[in-house]
């Protein structure tokens, strides 16, 4: 079955421990991203990947880092989470073919608290 | 800068009747357009893509139109149930940033 699966689903977290949201797709899919959802705001891009080893800023990467090391994986680093980074994550993954139309599959989210 | 812009206010609608929802572009001539559909708490589910030569696409109750010149894609859901209410997004090619979103919430 297709899927994107991150983990953890649920987290409750202090100010300053660092943490790491792990995202896994297996559709081979060369394109990842993390987007963050807060309540008025939409869905806004953190960061993501055309492809292993390719990685870029999207609208909001501060307090955040990533990597793409294997195609398959693109976890979300927060080496110091604050309060404002309290939110519900979604990472999500696609082909990358120019010009064909990729669907967009989505993680189920995870809900983050900073405390 | 390229934009994608949808009205962020919700859309109330009497079940039964057309919700029609906006998504603008400015800066660029996108090949394509997807529209996804959010629940609440939930990933966005793919609904339709429709490309820049197709001026109308069609899956069961949702109609989606582009509009080149108008620089626009609009999407219907016609005979509208409670069950459609959730928030719609639209996406374009490229790094797929997304807008807002519309909410549609229908009324019994």
């Known amino acids: 079955e297709a899927q994107v699966t991150q983990n953890p689903r649920y987290l409750i977290t202090v100010t300053g421990k660092k943490l790491t949201v792990t995202c896994s797709q297996n559709m081979n899919h060369e394109y990842m991203s993390w987007y963050r959802q807060d309540p008025g705001l939409g869905l806004r891009q953190i960061y993501y990947s055309m492809n292993v080893e390719v990685t870029d800023k999207g609208d909001v990467p501060e307090g955040y880092k990533v990597s793409r090391k294997e195609k398959r994986n693109f976890p979300l680093i927060l080496e110091s989470p604050s309060p404002n980074q309290t939110s519900l994550y979604f990472c999500?993954?696609?082909?990358?073919?120019?010009?064909?139309?990729?669907?967009?599959?989505f993680g189920e989210g995870s809900w983050l608290t900073v405390v | 800068s390229q934009k994608i812009e949808q009205n962020s206010e919700a859309l109330n609608i009497q079940e039964g009747k057309t919700a029609t929802l906006t998504c603008n572009y400015t800066?660029?001539?996108?090949?394509?357009l997807q529209w996804y559909r959010q629940d609440p708490g939930r990933g966005p589910v793919f609904l339709l893509l429709i490309r820049e030569n197709e001026k109308e696409k069609r899956k069961e109750r949702l109609k989606v139109t582009f509009d080149t010149t108008l620089k626009q894609s609009l999407f219907h859901i016609t005979a509208s149930q409670p069950a459609d209410s959730a928030t719609y997004l639209c996406?374009?090619?490229?790094?797929?940033?997304f807008g807002k979103g519309n909410q549609v919430v229908v009324i019994p």
């Open positions: 996406a374009p090619p490229g790094r797929l940033a």
């Open positions: 999500a993954s696609s082909f990358n073919r120019q010009g064909t139309g990729n669907t967009i599959y």
């Open positions: 800066n660029y001539s996108p090949a394509y």
